[in-house]
């Protein structure tokens, strides 16, 4: 029988998938729910010695002797100090060892509690890797204690061998041993590209017999030839599909983007569940679309394979399995070397096409929405294309831009700031034409790159300044006019005497007609200064407009099951009978 402690049944589950047996004991309270559930099980060897430091160091000889991983398990406080000699040496010689250390309640921390010191990254100079587990009350705290457990137990050989640090909190003693079975684990496997092809071929076979393969593009600021061609094979040769938005900078005439389609607002759950794939294979930086959040949703219903250079563990889906530590050229190109001619019945990529092209593009009406689309789609092929934050990246996403464009955009942090100084930096060492979409909160932010003096003659401004950050009306985060100075930040200041100070071209818009009448000389690429436009519009309909969109884009099937939701909504809310009077008065 285990503890019904959760997060000791998943270390012990893992130390099983990873093949860890040798236990070495040392008494106390706090880690008894591990003790006693190991002691009980066969598989695993369990050696009893009361003084820590001894016990580091005999685990570190059995580790020497049997040339693999051996767990260290103490109780809190004082116990764990006395681990440092034996784990500082083992750092040093390379010994793989499990520290495990039990802790209490963190909210205890310097509250005068028993037995308690900060055992937060103690050993942080030597190990390999140090984490700290969360205290499980969800779903969500199961998956990321195992992620962490996965990330610790990774390192014991990865690039190297040593120590790693395990940290145990628990809000309480437990002493209770009434669970019969261990849950179900994933151990994350790790492969590298001079890893046996035994193990990447098992892979393979596994590629050919699936039927929905997702391959999701993150950001990448630089696409080699190589990459953008094995991405093309991989997606001839294999029942796939590729999910990319205008960051990834992969050039796939079949790539699907999904900016609208798998955002929250637009799709079901239902509709989530019909297209999941059995695999779905990411590489790049941060993804845009709302897939991320909509696939959490089925955490563990797929395999998550990620093409990761460093060997990170990037747990985007909440449902990794395996993790590639190479560059994705060279992932691609083992897949597509070794498909034996197989080729992409194209069922799941149809599918998935057929519902992204159902998106509806309705005519929109004066506001950053629609300036955003007369810019974007004017832009011409092999420009630089510089979006700088969260509205500028959605609204852009909408449309179709030109084959070649480069596309950048600050969203490894998502922050505002900096954006026109990265922009400005990428247009300076580019002969390109080079375009920045911004907001009025981003552009007053770096207001002072406006006045550098390396500005040359391809930049195009475009600054939608609709008084504030409409991005807060857009989440539902604007509550009441007090939000408005607080949150949105709302103002009423111009950028004209600015920029004009500064040497560029300046034009304005306020309604469709004054754009029409200033967007051909903004798009101009044979300037003799650099040029800036500033569209004026109203935040709180800016966001109204993204939210019209999202309704009437969804296709007629779509937007009987938004209704019919909200008519459950309203019935749930005020009862049948009184929803069915206010259906008859709309009637009348």
Not at 291 to 297: A, G, N, T, V, W
Not at 375 to 401: A, G, M, Q, W, Y
Not at 460 to 477: A, P, Q, T, V
């Amino acid at each position: 029988m285990y503890t019904e402690l959760k997060t000791y049944q998943l270390i012990i589950a893992l130390l099983k998938k990873y093949g860890i047996s040798h236990c070495v004991l040392s008494a106390g309270s706090r880690n008894v729910p591990f003790v006693h559930s190991i002691e009980e099980d066969p598989y695993f060897h369990c050696y009893s010695i009361v003084d820590e430091r001894s016990a580091g160091y005999f685990a570190m000889g059995l580790a020497q002797e049997l040339n693999e991983p051996v767990v260290i398990s103490c109780t809190s406080s004082t116990a764990t100090c006395n681990y440092w000699p034996p784990v500082a040496e083992a750092f040093y010689q390379g010994v793989p060892i499990v520290v495990l250390t039990s802790d209490r309640d963190p909210a205890m921390l310097g509250q005068w509690e028993d037995q308690m010191i900060n055992q937060v990254g103690m050993y942080d100079r030597h190990v390999r890797k140090s984490v700290n587990l969360p205290i499980i009350n969800s779903r969500d705290d199961e998956i990321f204690c195992q992620r962490l457990v996965n990330e610790a137990l990774l390192e014991l050989d990865h690039r190297g061998t040593g120590p790693v640090h395990i940290n145990v909190p628990m809000k309480s003693y437990n002493n209770s041993f009434n669970v019969k079975t261990l849950p179900d684990v994933t151990k994350i496997d790790c492969l590298g590209i001079n890893d046996d092809d035994a193990v990447w071929d098992k892979k393979i076979e596994k590629l050919k017999a699936a039927r929905r393969i997702l391959v999701t593009c993150g950001q990448n600021s630089y696409v080699s030839p190589k990459l953008q061609d094995g991405i093309r094979q991989f997606f001839e040769k294999y029942n796939s599909a590729v999910v990319l938005d205008y960051m990834a900078n992969v050039e796939l005439e079949e790539g699907i983007n999904t900016t609208v389609c798998m955002d929250a607002r637009y799709i079901t759950d239902k509709k989530t569940k019909e297209l999941l794939p059995d695999i779905v294979i990411s590489f790049g930086g941060n993804i845009f679309s709302g897939i991320k959040e909509q696939f959490r949703k089925f955490a563990g219903q797929f395999e998550h394979w990620l093409v990761q250079e460093d060997g990170r563990v990037v747990d985007l889906y909440k449902s990794i399995t395996t993790i590639f530590e190479c560059k994705p050229e060279c992932f691609f190109e083992y897949c597509d070397r070794h498909a034996s001619g197989s080729m992409n019945d194209r069922k799941y990529y149809e599918e998935f096409r057929n519902y992204a092209d159902s998106v509806i593009v309705p005519e929109f009406e004066w506001s950053h929405v629609y300036a955003i689309k007369e810019v974007v789609e004017r832009i011409p092929s092999e420009s630089i294309l510089h979006l700088s934050i969260n509205d500028s990246i959605r609204i852009t996403n909408f449309f179709k831009l030109q084959p070649g464009i480069k596309t950048y955009a600050n969203i490894g942090t998502h922050g505002i700031d900096g954006c026109m100084s990265s922009f400005l930096g990428q247009a300076v060492v580019s002969n390109k034409p080079s375009y920045l979409i911004i907001g009025d909160l981003a552009f007053f932010y770096d207001m002072n790159a406006a006045r550098l003096r390396h500005i040359g003659n391809n930049v195009h401004i475009l600054l939608i300044n609709n008084e504030g950050g409409s991005e807060f009306y857009f989440n539902r985060m604007w509550k009441n006019e007090a939000s408005d100075l607080h949150t949105t930040a709302r103002h009423f200041t111009q950028a004209e005497g600015w920029v004009k100070s500064n040497n560029f071209i300046y034009l304005s818009a306020y309604d469709k007609e004054s754009l029409q009448s200033c967007i051909k000389e903004f798009m101009r690429n044979d300037l003799d200064k650099p040029v800036f436009l500033e569209v004026f519009t109203e935040m709180k309909h800016d966001a109204d407009v993204i939210y019209d969109y999202f309704d009437q884009s969804r296709p007629r099937d779509l937007q009987s099951e938004t209704i019919r939701r909200s008519k459950e909504l309203i019935k749930s809310t005020i009862g049948q009978e009184k929803a069915q009077k206010i259906a008859g008065f709309f009637k009348k």
